[in-house]
């Protein structure tokens, strides 16, 4: 198996602050990668720079062999990497099933006066009554276990839930690389397993994953590898036991704690 | 072709100066507000529009100098108190669940309202205030003006002054620039934010009154009024960029300047217009503002 | 099949009763009064495609209906094209200029957005006060053509009195509300939700924002600009005044007392609104004060304060309220 996203020397200035510090590291098909690192290491940049949030200063980001480093958000989606977000970003009006209908559209071949067409010489009358595509949206929900709230308006969900939503979402652009932003973030220890087996059952799909987890239980229990961020550059890198008990990373983990009490 | 150094293109930058310095003034005010509660005021003209009626009133009652002195007095009382009063009753219980679109149309709303109250109560007339100079006017060697526009000009450079000194100096003006600059850190040291947020509108609401006593000196006063101050406003907030005091200063007296000019050397017609040309290409090349540091919320 | 049945009866019905209006009610003033409200809806209907289903505030809106209506009268005037072209012609020149200012609101949000379009609408309000030789300036263009006859067969259609007019309201209202119905409730309205509702995570989708607004700003001007050529053929009046700011404060108002990003929310408030202020009208000439416009500031205000969903979601909460209490 191949890498499928490989980063060369990724560096990202925020004014005077490296955020990311030539970080070079691959994520080879169908593992799921661990990002962990104490607060400030630079670990959502690190996201954001691939999803193309915003480009790197320095350095390349490779999807499958293609350059990526440039793109936008939303092309980058549309070549397979969907994200899910540290703080949701749901849309709060529309219902989880609207939620999932959206994200479901071809993109990469429609455009909006391609869509302004469909919404008048095809399909039903209405998306939400168009059968197909209500079955695999509801798939979707099913398939994170909300499907009781398919027509609750997301803003109304509790936020545990709307967690999942996220995730729903963003499979239902097909994905071939999932990133996780904090996915346990904010869940009750009931919540966390659930949310384990659904991020091992996306795995077991075939889907590749890079995680960013503070909660040890689920990163140690899921991730194949671990990468190891402190202040913007990569320490440690390989497997999760081993990770642990590297100094380097222990030390991290301490000095960080040091470092928030100040 | 730029225009030469003669006496006419002197006496535009002039007048333009002395325009752009109560755009300055009622400037102020909007930009205060959107700095400290990120309301976007679109009612800021209809302040000053009251502020001119006050002064109409006093000047009926008191007349001459001291009438204008108290105008400006007066107008500053009654305008700083109806900003205080809307701020309370309209603005702040949006300030928990507001959206940028829904104090905007807040905003209108009071716009709306305001104005038609004062056509209720005052008519359609245009007044005018008297000048307390009798229409002397005075020779500056390059260009000449009236007494009172220079007067106006002077006045609204110490309004301003006085305005840097209370927030510099004073506890509450401290208290307001922390809270523009950040909010919660503001909060955590023990501001009551709510305060804050009432004095803030006052002094805003009462910058654009005294405003509009100028604005009322140089330009007729009617109860419509207040959308054209309104729209120099935001011209002259979003030139300096939004928040930014010493930027609305400046952007004021940009506009004034390029009103003048541009009436004078484009087109009169589209005198208006002006403003608004120059906020749409600053937008497009930079969409915080001349002045801005950050993007805009 | 009996809920559809239902649905497809209520619509017959409502459609028989608004091809009976003029036939029960004789009054021309009145119907001038549904006609004007009929254009209004279709104001509001394309405004909230904007503000409330893609959360760009446009405060040009009035701008796109007074393009129209110059299009239309104008063509009509010095090119003799058929008023019924025209009204069509006018829509598109005003997507034209729907898609122009949808540029500067990639960029812009909130205040910049807001005063950006009423900018764009001033300039503009400016060049048909200014432009003499096209529009006769703040004078304005009258005597623009009424729509011709239309003929099928033995009958003629004459398009004289408000009553013919009603007839050509109620289609492009219902031409209107199909359009953007489809719009809504198809991907293309599920991708404008998503923007409006959280930006980044709409691109995260793979949505493009950029290609979007240009869409709907285009779209929505389209629609404003045949409102306004129906304007112009009906009132034979067209003016700078058309452009104004107070137009737009006007559409704004009635969408959001009627119910912002709904469907039935603007003709709701649309409706409503044109007829309280003719009933307001009315009063003045009973207490002497013009108190339309205060009413318009007061209810815009308490709607934002204390019915964000508008009489829309007044109606359906008390609906909700009478079945739960059944």
């Known amino acids: ?262 | 072709m730029v225009p030469v150094m003669d006496s006419l293109f002197l006496q535009q930058v002039l007048n333009g100066l002395i325009t752009g310095s109560v755009y300055s003034l009622i400037a102020i005010g909007l930009t205060m507000i959107f700095g400290v509660m990120k309301i976007s005021n679109f009612a800021q003209g209809d302040y000053s529009m009251v502020g001119a009626y006050t002064a109409v009133f006093v000047m009926a009652w008191v007349g001459g100098w001291l009438g204008w002195v108290g105008s400006v007095l007066a107008a500053a009382a009654v305008v700083g108190l109806l900003g205080v009063v809307t701020e309370r009753l309209v603005f702040r219980p949006l300030m928990t669940r507001w959206t940028d679109i829904d104090m905007i149309m807040v905003s209108i709303g009071l716009f709306i309202l305001l104005e038609n109250l004062a056509q209720l109560f005052f008519g359609a007339t245009p007044r005018m205030i008297d000048d307390p100079f009798g229409g002397r006017t005075i020779n500056l060697g390059v260009a000449s003006t009236s007494l009172l526009r220079l007067f106006c000009f002077v006045f609204a450079g110490v309004a301003i002054a006085c305005l840097e000194l209370f927030l510099n100096r004073s506890r509450m003006g401290v208290a307001i620039r922390a809270t523009s600059q950040n909010r919660f850190a503001a909060q955590l040291m023990g501001i009551d934010i709510n305060q804050v947020y009432r004095l803030t509108f006052g002094v805003g609401a009462l910058l654009a009154g005294v405003g509009g006593v100028l604005y009322g000196t140089l330009f007729a006063i009617y109860p419509m009024m207040g959308a054209l101050p309104t729209l120099k406003a935001f011209a002259v907030t979003i030139l300096g960029g939004m928040g930014n005091i010493r930027g609305a200063i400046w952007g004021g007296l940009i506009l004034g300047v390029a009103e003048a000019l541009g009436g004078n050397y484009i087109a009169m017609e589209y005198k208006q217009a002006i403003g608004f040309f120059i906020i749409i290409l600053v937008l497009l090349v930079k969409p915080s503002g001349l002045f801005g540091r950050k993007e805009g919320a | 099949m009996s809920a559809r049945l239902r649905k497809i009866l209520l619509w017959a019905a409502a459609l028989v009763a608004l091809f009976l209006v003029p036939h029960v009610v004789e009054d021309r003033y009145f119907m001038h009064i549904v006609v004007m409200a009929g254009i209004f809806t279709i104001l509001t209907l394309s405004w909230n495609l904007l503000a409330g289903y893609t959360g760009q505030l446009n405060l040009g809106h009035a701008a796109f209906y007074g393009i129209g209506a110059y299009t239309s009268a104008i063509l009509a005037m010095q090119t003799g094209l058929s008023p019924w072209l025209g009204l069509f012609a006018g829509g598109l020149v005003a997507a034209f200029f729907g898609l122009l200012l949808g540029f500067p609101a990639l960029r812009l949000s909130g205040p910049y957005l807001a005063i950006t379009t009423i900018g764009f609408a001033e300039i503009l309000r400016l060049v048909a006060m200014n432009w003499v030789d096209l529009t006769r300036g703040s004078l304005g263009l009258s005597g623009v053509p009424l729509l011709t006859p239309i003929k099928i067969g033995d009958f003629t259609m004459q398009f004289y009195f408000e009553r013919d007019y009603y007839y050509v309201v109620v289609a492009a209202v219902l031409f209107t509300l199909f359009c953007i119905r489809r719009l809504i409730g198809s991907e293309f309205g599920v991708t404008l939700q998503a923007m409006r509702d959280d930006e980044a995570g709409a691109q995260s989708i793979g949505i493009n924002p950029s290609s979007y607004k240009l869409a709907v700003f285009t779209i929505s001007a389209f629609f404003a600009g045949f409102a306004g050529g129906l304007f112009a053929h009906f009132a034979r009046l067209v003016s700078p005044e058309l452009l104004a700011l107070h137009n737009t404060f006007d559409v704004l108002t009635m969408t959001m007392i009627g119910g912002l990003g709904t469907i039935a929310g603007p003709i709701l408030g649309a409706v409503t609104l044109t007829f309280l202020s003719e009933a307001l009208r009315y009063m003045e000439e009973v207490i002497k004060i013009d108190i339309r416009l205060i009413v318009y500031g007061l209810l815009l205000i308490l709607t934002i304060l204390f019915m964000r969903e508008g009489l829309v979601g007044v109606i359906k909460n008390s609906w909700a309220r009478m079945k739960g209490g059944r």
């Open chain 1, 1 to 262: 198996m191949g890498a499928i996203l490989t980063t060369e020397r990724l560096t990202k200035n925020f004014g005077g602050l490296t955020a990311v510090n030539d970080v070079s590291f691959s994520l080879e098909q169908g593992e799921i990668l661990g990002l962990i690192g104490p607060n400030g290491a630079g670990k959502t940049t690190l996201i954001n720079l691939i999803s193309g949030a915003f480009p790197p200063s320095k350095g390349a980001i490779l999807f499958e062999g293609r350059d990526i480093t440039r793109d936008k958000a939303h092309t980058i989606n549309t070549l397979g990497i969907a994200r899910t977000f540290q703080v949701v970003r749901i849309f709060s009006r529309l219902t989880a099933l609207e939620n999932v209908l959206a994200a479901m559209v071809d993109r990469g071949r429609k455009g909006p006066w391609s869509l302004v067409w469909d919404s008048f010489f095809r399909r039903a009358c209405a998306l939400t009554e168009d059968k197909e595509a209500c079955a695999t949206a509801d798939g979707l929900l099913e398939f994170v276990g909300i499907s009781r709230y398919r027509d609750e308006q997301a803003g109304n969900m509790p936020y545990a839930l709307t967690k999942r939503l996220e995730i729903a979402r963003a499979l239902a652009t097909q994905p071939k690389l999932l990133l996780l932003d904090e996915p346990s973030s904010g869940l009750n220890p009931a919540e966390l397993t659930g949310q384990i087996d659904l991020i091992q059952k996306i795995n077991a799909q075939g889907t590749s994953i890079l995680i960013i987890e503070h909660v040890m239980k689920v990163i140690m229990g899921i991730s194949h590898r671990l990468i190891v961020l402190h202040y913007g550059e990569k320490i440690a890198e390989g497997e999760p036991e081993k990770v642990y008990n590297d100094p380097l990373v222990v030390e991290a983990y301490l000095g960080g704690d040091s470092d928030a009490q100040h």
